[in-house]
């Protein structure tokens, strides 16, 4: 994650290795809050009884509504950064949970 103090900005770059492709798949915020990466074992402790809608199995990037850790910022990005979403990208061992008001873009690198 950088810094841009000339924009504002707290830009967040991701690199994921992709089975089959020789590039890596580049994940880009202009901006974000906050982030977290966690070993995905621990998001069924995290979100037990919560009911899954709209998951879409073998795919690794989702916007999340109504998660544990999305609720525990909402209330002060509701106020400092309206429009904020919770986004998140799970691994074959990780998960790596982003909060910001921008959508991500997706590029291929070598």
């Not at 994921?16 to 074992?41: A, C, P």
């Not at 621990?42 to 919560?50: V, W």
Request: charged fraction near 20%; hydrophobic fraction near 40%.
């Amino acid at each position: 994650m950088t810094c841009r103090k000339d924009v504002g900005a707290n830009e967040l770059e991701a690199y994921f290795t992709v089975s089959g492709e020789d590039h890596l798949l580049r994940v880009f915020f202009h901006h974000v809050d906050i982030f977290r990466v966690i070993d995905d074992v621990h998001l069924p402790l995290e979100e037990h009884g919560q009911k899954t809608v709209g998951h879409v199995p073998n795919y690794f990037a989702h916007r999340v509504e109504g998660s544990p850790f999305w609720a525990a910022q909402r209330e002060v990005l509701a106020v400092v950064r309206p429009g904020s979403t919770h986004y998140r990208f799970v691994t074959g061992g990780n998960c790596l949970d982003v909060i910001s008001p921008d959508e991500p873009s997706f590029s291929w690198v070598s």
